[in-house]
């Protein structure tokens, strides 16, 4: 098994966050996990110039929920981009492959309704010390990843005008 940071980037590739407006939202389910996500993720924004103000954290039950949560988001506030935080960790039921693929689809279609970076930062793993290992631990922080997957499409987006 690889002990690889997936979470190491060149800090010089990312553009300014500075006059970018986030919304973050965050699953209480697995919340140990969820809650390192969203950490990794207020970090990242900030590192990269994004101001606490500029930056909105709401929570909702699971992860299923992710995605109407993020609708809220589009709706009813001013942001650039929507990063959902999640952890869905495998079980004995199918349970797991309905919550997943439901998360997924709801996450693509919100990018496409709303024309804005809707990042899916959900870990999908077999059981709770690989989401430790992707939530600050050996394999980096996927709320850190999902930070710079927004920023980025933020910048590529104001690009185009």
């Given at each position: 098994?690889?002990?690889?940071?997936?979470?190491?980037?060149?800090?010089?590739?990312?553009?300014?966050?500075?006059?970018?407006?986030?919304?973050?939202?965050?699953?209480?389910?697995?919340?140990?996990?969820?809650?390192?996500?969203?950490?990794?993720?207020?970090?990242?924004?900030?590192?990269?110039?994004?101001?606490?103000?500029?930056?909105?954290?709401?929570?909702?039950?699971?992860?299923?929920?992710?995605?109407?949560?993020?609708?809220?988001?589009?709706?009813?506030?001013?942001?650039?981009?929507?990063?959902?935080?999640?952890c869905v960790i495998?079980?004995?039921?199918?349970?797991?492959?309905?919550?997943?693929?439901?998360?997924?689809?709801?996450?693509?279609?919100?990018?496409?309704?709303?024309?804005?970076?809707?990042?899916?930062?959900?870990?999908?793993?077999?059981?709770?010390?690989?989401?430790?290992?992707?939530?600050?631990?050996?394999?980096?922080?996927?709320?850190?990843?999902?930070?710079?997957?927004?920023?980025?499409?933020?910048?590529?987006?104001?690009?185009?005008?």
């Open positions: 098994m690889a002990t690889k940071d997936l979470s190491a980037y060149d800090i010089n590739s990312v553009p300014s966050a500075e006059n970018m407006k986030f919304g973050i939202v965050v699953a209480e389910w697995n919340l140990q996990i969820t809650g390192a996500l969203a950490n990794g993720a207020m970090e990242t924004l900030k590192k990269h110039g994004a101001s606490e103000e500029n930056i909105s954290v709401k929570y909702v039950p699971g992860t299923f929920e992710l995605p109407l949560g993020g609708q809220f988001f589009a709706e009813l506030d001013n942001v650039d981009a929507v990063i959902l935080l999640g495998q079980g004995e039921t199918r349970h797991f492959d309905y919550i997943c693929e439901g998360v997924t689809q709801g996450t693509k279609d919100l990018n496409l309704k709303y024309n804005k970076p809707f990042v899916f930062g959900v870990l999908t793993t077999e059981n709770e010390q690989q989401a430790l290992d992707r939530a600050g631990g050996i394999h980096g922080n996927k709320g850190d990843e999902a930070a710079v997957t927004a920023i980025k499409m933020v910048d590529l987006q104001q690009s185009f005008k």
